[in-house]
C-alpha cells in the first residue's frame, strides 16, 4: 500500500512517498525512493507504549477517533538480530483510509531511540 508523507522521516524530507509491506504482524517494510526501513508493531512487543499527538499533526494526518491507523516504529537491524535496536521516541503514524503517513517525535515520553529489541522479546516470551 502506497502512502503520501505529511509529516516527514528526519533526515528523510526528500521523500515523499513510501510503499508499507506488511511481513507478518509484527514486522513490516517501508519502502521510499532512496530509503527502505524496517519497522515494528510497538504493541506487539511491549503493553506499556502509549503517547499523544498534536492536534496539528492529527489534522496533517487527517486522523480522528474513527480513522482507521497504524503506528510502527523503526528498527536498526544488528547481528545478531537480538542486538537490533527499536526507536521509540518517534514512531511512525499511517492513516489506512486516506493514505496518509509521518513522524511523529515524542518530547514528554521516557521512550529512547535505540532500545534494544531483546529487553521486549524478552518480556514477551515470559509473559
Do not use: W
Amino acid at each position: 500500500m502506497k502512502f503520501q508523507v505529511v509529516l516527514p522521516i528526519l533526515g528523510f524530507e526528500d521523500e515523499k512517498e513510501f510503499e508499507l509491506e506488511e511481513i507478518n504482524d509484527v514486522f513490516y517494510r517501508l519502502k521510499g525512493q532512496n530509503v527502505s526501513f524496517v519497522l515494528i508493531n510497538p504493541f506487539k512487543i511491549r503493553d506499556d507504549y502509549e503517547f499523544e499527538i498534536s492536534d496539528s499533526e492529527q489534522n496533517a494526518l487527517k486522523i480522528d477517533k474513527n480513522t482507521p491507523f497504524l503506528v510502527a516504529n523503526i528498527v536498526t537491524l544488528n547481528k545478531p538480530f537480538e542486538e537490533s535496536t527499536v526507536n521509540f521516541a518517534a514512531p511512525l503514524i499511517f492513516n489506512l483510509k486516506d493514505n496518509l503517513m509521518g513522524q511523529v517525535i515524542l518530547d514528554k515520553y521516557p521512550y529512547g531511540l535505540t532500545e534494544p529489541i531483546k529487553n521486549f522479546l524478552k518480556e514477551k516470551s515470559e509473559s
